[in-house]
C-alpha cells in the first residue's frame, strides 16, 4: 500500500513539474557555412524558398506570417557597424526602409535599440511594431557587419501572437552569429 502511494506521488509530481517547464519551443539549428551565419529557429518551422529576396526564409507551418529570415546587403570596404550608427540610427534607418517596402506607406515605430559585442564583433539587437496593410506585426533584428557586408536577421509575428512567442523569437534573435 505504502508503495502505491509513492508511486501514485511521485507520477503527481513528476506531470506537476513536467507543466512548469518554460513556454519556448525546442529550437533547432540552421547553418550557412558558405555565407559564414548560424541561428536556431523553432522546430517544426520550414524554409521558404524565396526568389531575389532574403538568403533564408523560415516560417511556421501553421501560423505562415511567423517567420524567421536573413538578409545580406553590401556596405562600403572597411565600414563598420559603429560607423552605420549607434543602435537607435541603425534602427531609425531600418524602420524607414521597411515604411519604404510598404507599398501604402504604414507606421513602423522602433521600440528599443541596444549593442553588444561578442568577442571581436558588434551586434545591434532591435525591436519594432509594424503596422503594415497585412496587420500589426511585432519584429526583432539582429545587425552584424562582417566581411564587407551587413548581415540582418529579422523575426517577425502578428502582434496578437507577440507575447506567446516573444521568448521563442528572443532566443532565436540572439542565436543568431556570424563567422
Not at 510598404?102 to 525591436?127: C, H, M, P, W
Not at 497585412?134 to 502578428?158: K, P, W
Amino acid at each position: 500500500m505504502l508503495k502505491r502511494i509513492a508511486v501514485v506521488l511521485t507520477l503527481v509530481l513528476a506531470l506537476g513539474l513536467q507543466s512548469c517547464v518554460s513556454d519556448t519551443a525546442a529550437l533547432s539549428t540552421y547553418a550557412d557555412d558558405y555565407e559564414g551565419y548560424s541561428f536556431r529557429y523553432p522546430t517544426g518551422w520550414v524554409e521558404v524558398a524565396v526568389s531575389n529576396g532574403p538568403d533564408v526564409v523560415f516560417h511556421d507551418i501553421i501560423n505562415e506570417t511567423e517567420n524567421i529570415s536573413v538578409v545580406i546587403s553590401p556596405v562600403s570596404d572597411g565600414q563598420t557597424l559603429q560607423d552605420l550608427g549607434t543602435p537607435t540610427e541603425v534602427g531609425y534607418k531600418l524602420s524607414k526602409s521597411i515604411n519604404a517596402m510598404a507599398e501604402d506607406n504604414r507606421d513602423v515605430e522602433l521600440l528599443s535599440a541596444q549593442g553588444f559585442d561578442v568577442e571581436d564583433k558588434t551586434y545591434y539587437i532591435l525591436e519594432y511594431r509594424a503596422d503594415l496593410a497585412s496587420g500589426l506585426r511585432h519584429n526583432l533584428a539582429s545587425v552584424i557587419v562582417r566581411r564587407g557586408q551587413l548581415f540582418t536577421f529579422n523575426a517577425s509575428t502578428e502582434e496578437s501572437r507577440w507575447e506567446k512567442m516573444k521568448n521563442t523569437l528572443k532566443q532565436s534573435v540572439a542565436s543568431f552569429s556570424v563567422y
